[in-house]
């Protein structure tokens, strides 16, 4: 089954005063299998919010259906099955972190025991239990980011929409999180992300797209980025010396990197003859080597085309 089916989703935005229509989304189609882990990308103002908005019935898609495990996503109930961490979650700040956990979760419909089993358990999943008594205006940004990932997996959902999770958290806490996600999706949750720490999203999602202007350029299959994210070879010369015009030609590309230049080449044969040619020319060598083009290298390419 899918858990989100996207089709011909168009929104606009009108200007206060001369209610001009300004386009958001233009005619976005995806899908996204139950039990996989999707990345959505894209720069600032690509449409990434608004998509999630919609599908949440935050606001209403002007064109085009959204369903949420084969269930309009205008239905109440298709949506109780969804957890969400907003980009900027907002709290009430005199509420202890306990206090807010059971909040959400009688919003949920958990109650007694259940829902103090509950508010325990995703404490315990982001390393809270000891700021349980703390209130919400003490805490920094990073541990505000714990506590609104502890609400959206609260009542254990089957689909989890976050919007830029890693926002605000130290290196260990990005840990927590990438470790977290690994377990919710072995649980079997569907996981929507969107971020712009795409060394995340490489390292975490089945699949990625990216989207610029309102619309969906490429979709990206993460389990086979060894064919879709093609490498180069590159050779790397110290430049006290000039470097011998005849092999500036035979790279692709060149690019100074503090006291080397980096040389690339498209295939291994050029890169081997640019090599032979710097040893007889003795240049003093850095390196050479074969390097994975990497999706932050993909999303460049597509949103500077």
């Known amino acids: 089954m899918r858990a989100i089916e996207i089709e011909n989703l168009s929104y606009f935005y009108y200007t206060d005063f001369l209610r001009r229509k300004i386009p958001a989304l233009k005619q976005v189609n995806l899908s996204i299998e139950e039990g996989e882990c999707f990345g959505y990308l894209g720069p600032n103002g690509a449409g990434k919010t608004t998509t999630i908005k919609c599908i949440l019935g935050l606001i209403r898609p002007r064109v085009g259906h959204i369903r949420i495990f084969g269930?309009?996503?205008?239905?109440t109930a298709a949506r109780e099955s969804v957890g969400y961490?907003?980009?900027q979650p907002y709290f009430y700040d005199y509420l202890t972190v306990a206090e807010t956990l059971e909040m959400y979760g009688t919003l949920t419909g958990l109650h007694g025991a259940a829902l103090r089993s509950a508010v325990s358990?995703?404490?315990e999943r982001l390393d809270m239990l000891s700021r349980s008594s703390s209130r919400m205006r003490s805490l920094s940004k990073g541990l505000t980011q714990r506590v609104a990932m502890a609400q959206a997996i609260i009542a254990s959902p089957r689909l989890l929409i976050l919007d830029e999770p890693f926002s605000g958290l130290d290196?260990?806490?990005r840990q927590q999180f990438r470790q977290l996600l690994f377990e919710l999706r072995k649980d079997g949750v569907t996981i929507l992300t969107s971020s712009h720490i795409l060394s995340d999203v490489e390292y975490l999602c089945d699949r990625a797209s990216i989207a610029t202007k309102g619309e969906i350029r490429s979709i990206i299959d993460l389990k086979k980025r060894n064919e879709v994210l093609k490498g180069h070879y590159e050779l790397v010369l110290r430049t006290e010396g000039q470097v011998p015009p005849d092999l500036l030609q035979l790279a692709t590309r060149t690019r100074p990197q503090g006291p080397t230049l980096v040389l690339e080449f498209e295939s291994e044969e050029q890169g081997r003859a640019a090599l032979a040619l710097a040893l007889n020319r003795h240049?003093?060598?850095?390196?050479?080597e074969f390097c994975h083009s990497s999706l932050e290298d993909m999303f460049m390419s597509v949103v500077q085309h």
């Open 71 to 75: 269930r309009s996503s205008l239905d």
């Open 85 to 87: 961490l907003p980009e």
């Open 121 to 123: 358990q995703s404490l």
């Open 171 to 173: 290196p260990i806490g």
């Open 283 to 288: 240049c003093t060598i850095e390196r050479w």
